[in-house]
Each structure stands twice: as C-alpha cells, then as structure tokens.
C-alpha cells in the first residue's frame, strides 16, 4: 500500500530550539496538507500546498512556523523558536485535488513535546 | 466558517451491542463529508464520502448516512476491534481542505 511518511516519528525539545518535521506524500499526489492535532482543538488546518505551492497557510503563527516544500517527495514544517504550547501531533497528509472517494492519506504523525 | 460537531465525546459499547455516532455540521455549500478511524499512535484512516442529503454508504459492520445537517455513522453488532476513535470532516464548494470534528473516541468490550 502507498503510504505517507512522517519523520521522526517522536520528538523532544527545550523550549527555543527549532524544530523540522518532514513528510514525504505519495507519489502522484499533487496536493500537501500539515495538520496539527491536539486533545482540546482536535485536528486543525496548518497548511496546504498544490503542486508545491503553498495555497493557505493561514493557520499557521506565521512568526514562528514555515513550511515549504523543496520538491514534489518532500514537505517541512519548521517551528523556530518552539514554545511549550507547540506540543502535538503534527500530521501529514496527501491526494490528489479533490479527495472524492478515497479521501486524502494522512501519515503516522511526529508527536511533538516542547520542554 | 465551516462547523462540524461530533456527538457523543466518547461511548462505551458492549460487544454486539449497536448504536449510532452523529456529526452535525455547517458549511457554505457543501461538496463532500468524510468519515476517518483514527487508531492510538497512528494517523486518520479514510472510511467514506458523502456527497448528497439521503446518501448511505456501508463498509462490514459500518453504514455512514447523510441529510442536509448532520451524518451518522451507525455500528452494527460491534466487535472489540472496532475500537477506535471516529472522525468526520467536511469540505466545502470549491475547497480543498477538510474541516474536522473533534471525534467521538468508541470502545466496544468483549
């Protein structure tokens, strides 16, 4: 089965170090989405890019979190300087324009603490 | 801004012991609703979409259906291994993303 690959899948931090979380989407799928999940918010919209262009990043607190994606196998997402509140799981997940029947594959996610 | 809402939080279930989990949802047009199974430690696993009022769509022992403000996902004769927790998300007319609920976390006993 074609899968979305997350790494690492567990990180620990002190508070102000950068962070880089990676996510390499299935081959053939044009569209990236970042998600953070947490116990109170529950999954929430990062961003997402088409074609390797970020189209909304709105969720994201622009003055510490970035994501890019360098080519069409590899998406980031960086969180510099992390804070406590940063602490999640940060999940990946790829399709193709319009998920239809077979929705958009999340990966297995990089669980975040920020000591 | 697109809402969904997932009911109830948590359920416990004894094998065999059916029931329904109900997300309600608000959007400005809706184009899809899709339901996930999230297991611990792993990311959402796709079950279903649903795209129109009066839908239903079955996977073993799960139906999803749909009206015009809320979807079931309706369990029939559960097992333990149908223990998970049960996401629903919606995406909107010319939209891309998908708009969570926070879940409703199942737990079927032996």
């Known amino acids: 089965d074609a899968r979305v690959t997350q790494t690492p899948r567990h990180k620990v931090t002190e508070m102000g170090q950068e962070v880089t979380m990676r996510c390499q989407p299935i081959l053939g799928h044009n569209t990236v989405f970042w998600y953070r999940q947490t116990m109170m918010q529950g999954l929430e919209l990062l961003a997402y890019?088409?074609?390797?262009?970020?189209?909304?990043d709105s969720g994201m607190p622009k003055d510490r979190f970035s994501a890019e994606m360098p080519d069409a196998t590899l998406a980031t997402l960086k969180i510099q300087p992390s804070e406590p509140r940063d602490s999640a799981v940060y999940f990946c997940a790829s399709g193709t324009r319009q998920p239809n029947n077979y929705g958009y594959t999340f990966g297995s996610g990089t669980r975040l603490t920020v000591v | 801004e697109d809402q969904v809402t997932q009911s109830p939080e948590a359920l416990r279930l004894q094998e065999g012991e059916s029931s329904s989990l109900n997300c309600s949802y608000t959007?400005?047009?809706?184009?899809?609703l899709f339901w996930y199974r999230q297991d611990p430690g792993k990311g959402p696993e796709f079950l279903f979409t649903?795209?129109?009022a009066g839908e239903e769509k079955e996977k073993e022992r799960l139906k999803a259906t749909l009206t015009k403000k809320e979807s079931f996902l309706h369990i029939t004769a559960p097992k333990p291994e149908d223990s998970a927790t049960y996401l629903c998300a919606v995406q909107a007319q010319g939209y891309s993303t998908l708009t969570f609920g926070k879940g409703t976390m199942l737990l079927v006993s032996p």
């Open positions: 649903l795209y129109s």
């Open positions: 890019f088409r074609n390797r262009a970020p189209l909304d």
């Open positions: 959007v400005s047009g809706l184009r899809g």
